[in-house]
């Protein structure tokens, strides 16, 4: 049946979102409606509200991909999860069956990837969200509303193909399991299935935002001896502490460039680098920042920027590599229950990255908050419900 609930929708670039009510249809075939019960705010939700890259453009659509919740209905065909089951959505699914899914070597699924551009669900091309506020058991009827990032999370309920829910353990601590949706599953597994960090390695993470030090908490995890955290910004330093960085480099206070400190600190480079800011300058950096013969630098930022690498060919020739990662190299349905299983037992904290928490008719502060720079993960209470 359709639904009537409240979402926070985007109508146009940073314009505030307008908390309303819409109407969710039911799920069609292969596909999975959730009560969202919690959901925080990325840097990637605050460059589709901007409308940074005119052509992701969509309006009016639902933001939000980093969130929790439980499965309300499912539609036809879907047999991995079933109402009452506690999921968390993933912008980039998992079919199980194409070439990619059925290799190691891949987590970008031929069919369900992550696609800035999509913003319509995969069976009929059409949205599950529309404006109506009127519903008579029949059919809503309205202006549609446009999906994000396989997720659109700012709402009580959505709807999402099954490759993009993964079901976690009903004892899981929800809040904290919100935030394996992005950024902390894209930074510890740049560390762990990207660059593949080694006991007593040395590393340097260039943007100590969530996904940064999610990254230094990964490098921390596998027995980095040295995390070495770049930041304009001296306030994150003690955060970063927390999360096992072991040196701090402000590039305001150097006369000289970031890698040239970095190369006299560890006597010739590090042996991971990881750019986490999504500029192009600092990407450079990081590069030179690693050692030569065997130095690995790992792209985790966005870059909206139409500019190239900042690298000569023959810069390559020197053993360096560069390679990018996308959330974490994680397949997501076959992967992050286990994953979610070792930030239950302590392997990597969870609660350091959720630095405010508010109601979700305040999402409007909330986002002001990650713009300030005055927040990691800002959580949001969608719904109110009861656990069993």
């Known amino acids: 049946m359709y639904v009537m609930h409240v979402a926070a929708v985007a109508w146009g670039p940073k314009e505030p979102l307008v908390i309303q009510e819409i109407c969710v249809d039911p799920p069609q075939k292969m596909e999975v409606r959730v009560k969202i019960l919690y959901s925080s705010i990325c840097h990637t939700d605050l460059g589709a509200w901007t409308g940074v890259n005119e052509a992701e453009r969509a309006f009016p659509r639902i933001l939000g991909h980093e969130a929790v919740g439980v499965v309300e209905s499912v539609g036809e065909g879907v047999k991995d999860v079933k109402e009452g089951d506690y999921v968390i959505p993933a912008f980039n699914g998992e079919c199980g069956e194409c070439r990619v899914c059925t290799k190691e070597e891949s987590n970008l699924c031929e069919r369900y990837k992550v696609d800035p551009m999509k913003r319509l669900m995969v ?7 529309s404006t109506t506020t009127t519903k008579d058991g029949g059919s809503c009827q309205s202006q549609p509303i446009y999906h994000f990032l396989n997720t659109s999370t700012f ?5 999402l193909d099954s490759a993009c829910i993964v079901k976690i353990d009903p004892n899981a601590p929800l809040k904290q399991m919100s935030l394996l949706s992005c950024g ?4 510890v597994g740049a560390a762990w299935n ?13 943007g100590l935002g969530s996904v940064g030090l999610a990254v230094a908490e990964g490098a921390r995890a596998r027995g980095a001896s040295r995390i070495i955290g770049v930041d304009a910004n001296a306030s994150k330093f003690e955060k970063g502490k927390l999360m096992g960085v072991t040196d701090f480099v402000n590039p305001k206070d150097l006369t000289k460039p970031v890698h040239e400190r970095i190369q006299e600190l560890t006597g010739g480079g590090v042996d991971y680098s990881f750019e986490c800011t999504g500029n192009v300058d600092v990407l450079r950096e990081a590069f030179l ?3 030569v013969g065997w130095g690995s630098t790992v792209l985790v930022g966005i870059y909206q920027t139409p500019r190239t690498l900042p690298l000569h060919p023959m810069e390559l020739f020197d053993g360096r590599t560069i390679t990018g990662s996308i959330f974490g190299g994680f397949k997501p349905k076959s992967q992050l229950p286990d994953f979610a299983k070792q930030c ?5 904290k969870l609660e350091p990255f959720i630095t405010n928490e508010l109601p979700f008719e305040k999402i409007n502060d909330a986002f002001q908050l990650l713009r300030d720079g005055k927040s990691l993960r800002c959580l949001l209470q969608i719904s109110k419900f009861l656990k069993k």
Do not use: L
């Open 123 to 129: 069976s009929d091309g059409g949205t599950r969200f």
């Open 155 to 159: 709402t009580e309920y959505t709807v």
């Open 184 to 187: 902390v599953s894209t930074g």
């Open 194 to 206: 990207t660059a593949k960090v080694k006991e007593g390695k040395t590393t340097a993470v260039f």
């Open 289 to 291: 920042s690693t050692h």
């Open 344 to 348: 239950m037992k302590g392997v990597v």
